[in-house]
């Protein structure tokens, strides 16, 4: 049993609390004084409740006592269990050793260490089992200071931060009393270095990812993030390749430098060089000072290249070179200009088919496509529509002040079937539009206006544009290229697709389809 009496700081008091402890015969296991917060606390045996009741009774009366109470534990196993828990937990390894280099404390991860079982360690020298430092050379100087250093174990590397003990005498000076080692391993750095530079893994949480294919698209971003490769990122207009790439740079470790953005399809050829790369003082008329370009504003940052497929061929040449070595000159100047710069790239386009028709320049096209996301279009991720419509509504009723609508039945079916040709961009305003001039609290498909389309046919663009025979083409090597990563050779996929061999080396080979140009 345990009290706790919070009392006055008066002389004589925690001598009459044991006089009553000792009238009752009780034996005292331990007490400890609290002064700065005038407490006493007290363990004995339990007592039966009329014994009880009496000694609490007697203890209230005693001059300066102000109330008593039962409490769980003492102060001091509290704290004896709180340093357990943590020994116990603790992933690094945790030794404390007395001023002669023996062992007083140490917990599981350190006997792990170690290969030693903890019977046999208590009390044992240090000295001997590790290499890399002397322990009692280093307690017997006349400065025992903080050490950093690097232990072999068994054979295994360690860094370990030594740290003196010290304890106050009666006169306030410092004793030497031992030491505490903290190991860490090789393998518990490099989590550590990991995690120092994760950035921020919740930014992947603004993507809607409840389909497999989604969902499989971020866990292979999350990792690319944490390189500091190029990325290319693939998929249709609207699919949300800006919202993945800021999202791999929040997610990296250039989180916290800058994420800068070049419109490549909307930049013209006579301002894009100066833009990206800056340039020299009096460069142009009327122009006496120089500008930093967006690769040196973007210094130790990410710079993102938003439609890479439409840059011109010049600009090609010149951020080619600025991948291979990270340099560039700016516009006017001789002098070289070095950056540290990550690049994410997005484009709509086919890459392989632009480069057979040199309309890209090949040796750019494998410096970019070095680590490649591939956006599925949201006809393809029928199970993340419904989740998206749910997001958007709840975004733009806050924004109006208004309680989100629920999405009918009807509804909710007819968004999962809608082929989507503007994808996530197409759902996203077509639900801001209903939201807004709704005036009830069900969102349905009469509410939502969009073009129809047939189940026969599905849905044709507007804007198709080109003829029957480029269409069929278009639709056959994008098949073919899906199908050659499974079947990478022509006589397995001529297999696969009935025809003969020739027939698929020769549409191979026209649609510039390969192990180089395809992803196996």
């Known amino acids: 049993m345990r009290l706790e009496i919070l009392c006055q700081n008066r002389l004589g008091l925690a001598q009459e609390v044991l006089n009553i402890l000792v009238g009752y015969q009780l034996d005292l296991r331990g007490i400890e004084v609290d002064p700065s917060l005038n407490k006493i606390y007290v363990s004995f045996p339990t007592v039966n409740f009329e014994q009880f009741q009496e000694l609490m009774a007697k203890m209230r009366r005693i001059n300066g006592v102000e109330d008593v109470k039962t409490t769980a534990f003492m102060p001091s196993e509290r704290e004896h269990n709180e340093l357990l828990t943590l020994l116990r937990t603790l992933p690094d390894g945790l030794i404390a050793i007395d001023i002669k280099a023996n062992v007083t404390v140490i917990n ?35 400065d025992v200071l903080a050490q950093t250093r690097r232990f072999e174990i068994h054979n295994k590397r360690f860094i370990a931060d030594i740290l003196p003990v010290l304890v106050p005498d009666e006169s306030g000076n410092e004793i030497l009393a031992g030491a505490v080692i903290n190991l860490k391993s090789e393998s518990r750095l490099g989590q550590h270095m990991i995690a120092f530079k ?14 497999n294919t989604m969902r499989k698209v971020v866990r292979e971003a999350k990792r690319m993030a ?166 958007f509504i709840a975004r ?25 040709p503007g994808n996530v961009r197409q759902l996203e305003n077509a639900l801001y539009r209903a939201v807004t001039l709704l005036d009830g609290n ?39 290229r899906k ?16 025809l003969s061999h020739t027939a698929v080396a020769n549409k191979l080979r026209d649609y510039g389809i390969n192990r180089k140009s395809v992803k196996i």
């Open 226 to 391: 944490q390189l500091d490769a190029p990325i290319l990122i693939m998929g249709e207009t609207g699919t949300g390749k800006e919202l993945l790439a800021r999202a791999c740079h929040a997610a990296g470790s250039r989180h916290t430098k800058p994420f800068l953005t070049v419109p490549c399809a909307s930049m013209p050829d006579n301002v894009a060089e100066s833009e990206l790369f800056g340039y020299g003082p009096n460069a142009f008329p009327g122009t006496a000072e120089g500008k930093k370009g967006i690769f040196e504003q973007a210094n130790g940052g990410t710079v993102f290249l938003d439609e890479v497929g439409e840059m011109s061929h010049q600009l090609q040449t010149k951020l080619l070179r600025f991948l291979q070595d990270g340099s560039f000159r700016r516009v006017g100047e001789e002098q070289e200009v070095r950056v540290d710069v990550r690049v994410l790239c997005t484009t709509q386009k086919d890459l392989p088919t632009m480069v057979q028709e040199h309309k890209f320049r090949e040796d750019l096209f494998y410096r970019l496509n070095v680590l490649t996301l591939n956006l599925p279009p949201l006809r393809e991720r029928k199970q993340d529509v419904v989740p998206l419509a749910e997001f």
């Open 396 to 420: 733009y009723a806050a924004r109006l002040g208004r309680k989100a609508p629920k999405l009918t039945e009807n509804c909710s079916q007819f968004l999962q079937q809608y082929p989507w």
């Open 108 to 142: 599981d991860a350190a006997l792990e260490a170690l290969s030693v079982a903890r019977e046999d360690i208590a009390g044992q020298s240090l000295q001997g089992m590790v290499k890399g430092f002397n322990f009692l050379r280093w307690l017997e100087g006349e």
């Open 483 to 498: 199908l050659f990563p499974a079947y990478p050779s022509s006589r397995q996929l001529a297999k696969k697709l009935g």
């Open 442 to 480: 069900e969102l349905d498909k009469h509410h939502l206006q969009l073009p129809s389309y047939t189940s026969d046919f599905g849905y044709l663009e507007q804007d198709f544009d080109g003829t029957l025979d480029e269409a069929v083409k278009h639709f056959e090597a994008n098949l073919l």
């Open 198 to 211: 994760k950035g921020d893994q919740e930014s992947f949480n603004n993507i809607q990812a409840s389909s």
